[in-house]
């Protein structure tokens, strides 16, 4: 959700920013700009849509020699987005470009507005700009200047800010959204809200903390903590390797991490499945001790990971479970007690309201726990302990293998747990350990199922909407199957635990209404088969997974006889990807970059 780069260099600064830009697109943006310094002389351009339209619009503009830019990719939060509410924000003779929500800009707009301001756009961010010009008149430097801007701005925030009377400068500042900042062999400083935009340009980076602010030039880096204080600059390698962040033959990004899936499993199991017990070396076990409940936390398809793990955690660990939507928990007042330990779950580790969760744990004195996709992020720095899931860059913004690494480790961890309480049998920890040594194999995409659905794509595309229905860990599997298609087709979907259609919404049944059915051989069978009955009795058309022949279904995609419930369950939400992406490319839609949707959400 929005990106940000920033450079100071000799190199083709356009061609710099864009490429920056580009690596962030997959975070989804409506509206993009860039704002170049050179020889005491401002060039901006800006264009709505895609980066092709700011290319366009920049195609004349060629830099010589050293200069300093930033660009921006924009989501828009505040404003719609439009050329005036794109970034980069211009004062008289500042610049600035700027991630997250100043929560109090109404406020400091009256202010600014009263001194004669006169403000150009809709945004939150246009009043970074004019603040700092306001204290820029009186203050003795301009760093003084960024620094009085800063102590006035309530909310998150990653800002790049240049002046003109500060050439060859970006002062810098993060509080609550990422920010990176990244250096290479040949002197040149670079910014990215995302490694992603800094690989094959820089060989280290810093990953700033909430409160750190500062200042790089062409020589130099100087930053500061929320107390003043110098920081030591403490560079960590950055790796080089793009290729993984490329689609390689396949037509969307979102295919290509589907069918990687079996990939990125095998490197989530890595190292930890041993014959008889799961081992996480990054886990201490003084982490669990006097843990009586565990709280999930989450948004989106991590919360639905979350919620398959309530039923595995209570079924093999003996503990009690729950989950908590991170964007409700945060404004609660909940009763939490010491015994909790508090697992926080993204795909990112920078989503907003999950990690204001996490702080708020902390604050209440809790052991914290994240499951997370990305070393280096806020969260991981911030909780006591942390497991990667090893997914990889993942470029699609509706979910995939993020989804299934986050279950496929949380289901390791339920083993794990289980074995240290002597909560499961050693021969079943066992038979489980030997179905994650399958998994892999299990999500490898079957190309006459994928072909299968293709075909499928075109049925009932303009009814009334989809259910998804399914019980036990098949009822989250049904949300986020209902959530993928929603995210990218535009159709409308719920998910529902089949038992409770006959509760009010089994009313909407009728043949244009489309219901996907989640039918596992080997959990609760004859009890969802009886409530797929029901809806077929009342015309609802019908589309069943399972290994099972159903004849009450008008389609079926039958998947392969596998020894468990929870293979079944990595098999069918392979499927679900995949029907949800043929339905998308069906309909002719952005597969990558669906409509109002952001890869990172990086706002409340």
């Not at 899936?261 to 890595?270: C, E, N």
């Amino acid at each position: 959700m929005c990106g940000i780069v920033g450079y100071i260099g000799v190199k083709p600064v356009k061609e710099i920013l864009i490429d920056g830009l580009r690596e962030l697109e997959y975070r989804g943006y409506d509206s993009a700009g860039i704002a170049v310094l050179q020889n005491g002389h401002f060039s901006l351009f800006k264009a709505v849509g895609k980066l092709v339209n700011l290319e366009e619009k920049a195609k004349n503009f060629e830099s010589e020699g050293f200069s300093v830019g930033i660009g921006h990719t924009r989501w828009a939060t505040h404003g719609k987005p439009t050329e005036l509410n794109a970034h980069p924000h211009l004062g008289q003779n500042s610049y600035v470009v700027h991630n997250g929500i100043i929560e109090n800009y109404q406020e400091l707009k009256t202010m600014l507005t009263s001194h004669g301001v006169q403000f150009l756009s809709q945004t939150d961010t246009e009043v970074i700009v004019h603040l700092f010009e306001y204290h820029l008149k009186s203050a003795s430097s301009p760093f003084d200047a960024f620094k009085l801007t800063l102590s006035q701005l309530h909310g998150a925030y990653a800002i790049l800010l240049v002046n003109a009377d500060a050439e060859g400068t970006i002062f810098f500042a993060k509080h609550g959204s990422p920010m990176i900042i990244g250096r290479n062999a040949e002197k040149e400083t670079l910014f990215g809200s995302s490694d992603a935009a800094l690989i094959g340009k820089c060989h280290e980076v810093i990953y700033l903390e909430d409160g750190h602010y500062g200042y790089a030039s062409s020589n130099s880096i100087s930053m500061f903590d929320d107390n003043d204080n110098k920081v030591v600059l403490r560079f960590t390698p950055l790796s080089e390797n793009k290729l993984s962040a490329q689609k390689e033959g396949y037509r969307f990004f979102m295919e290509k991490e589907i069918y990687e899936q079996s990939t990125v499993l095998s490197d989530t199991l890595l190292g930890r499945l041993r014959d008889d017990s799961v081992n996480f070396e990054e886990l201490d076990n003084s982490l669990f001790e006097g843990i009586n409940e565990i709280k999930f936390c989450a948004c989106g398809t991590s919360y639905h990971a979350a919620l398959v793990a309530t039923y595995l955690f209570e079924r093999h660990t003996k503990i009690k479970t729950s989950v908590e939507f991170a964007s409700e928990f945060r404004y609660r007042e909940p009763f939490l007690t010491p015994d909790t330990l508090f697992v926080v779950i993204s795909q990112s580790g920078e989503t907003a309201d999950t990690l204001e969760s996490l702080k708020m744990a902390k604050r209440f004195g809790l052991k914290t726990m994240v499951i997370c996709n990305v070393d280096n992020s806020s969260m991981v720095r911030l909780a006591d302990a942390s497991i990667l899931t090893r997914a990889g860059i993942e470029k699609g913004v509706a979910s995939t293998k993020a989804f299934a690494t986050q279950v496929c480790v949380l289901w390791m961890m339920s083993l794990y747990l289980a074995g240290t309480r002597e909560t499961l049998e050693s021969t079943e920890i066992k038979r489980q350990i030997q179905l994650l040594r399958v998994l892999p194999s299990t999500v490898a995409v079957d190309n006459a199922i994928h072909e299968q659905l293709r075909r499928l794509s075109n049925r009932n595309l303009h009814g009334p909407g989809f259910f998804f229905i399914g019980r036990d860990v098949f009822y989250p599997l049904a949300l986020e199957g209902a959530l993928k298609l929603k995210e990218i087709s535009y159709l409308h979907a719920e998910g529902y635990p089949s038992g409770e259609m006959k509760h009010g919404p089994i009313a909407l049944a009728d043949p244009e209404l489309f219901t996907i059915a989640l039918l596992p051989q080997h959990k609760l069978y004859d009890k969802t088969k009886s409530n797929i009955e029901e809806l077929s009795a009342r015309d609802s058309t019908i589309c069943s997974i399972s290994p099972l022949d159903f004849d009450k279904a008008d389609d079926h995609i039958r998947t392969k006889h596998v020894d468990d419930y929870m293979l079944e369950f990595f098999e069918m939400m392979v499927v679900l990807q995949l029907l949800s992406m043929e339905i998308a490319v069906r309909l002719g839609n952005d597969v990558d970059m669906p409509r109002n949707l952001a890869k990172s959400v990086t706002v409340e």
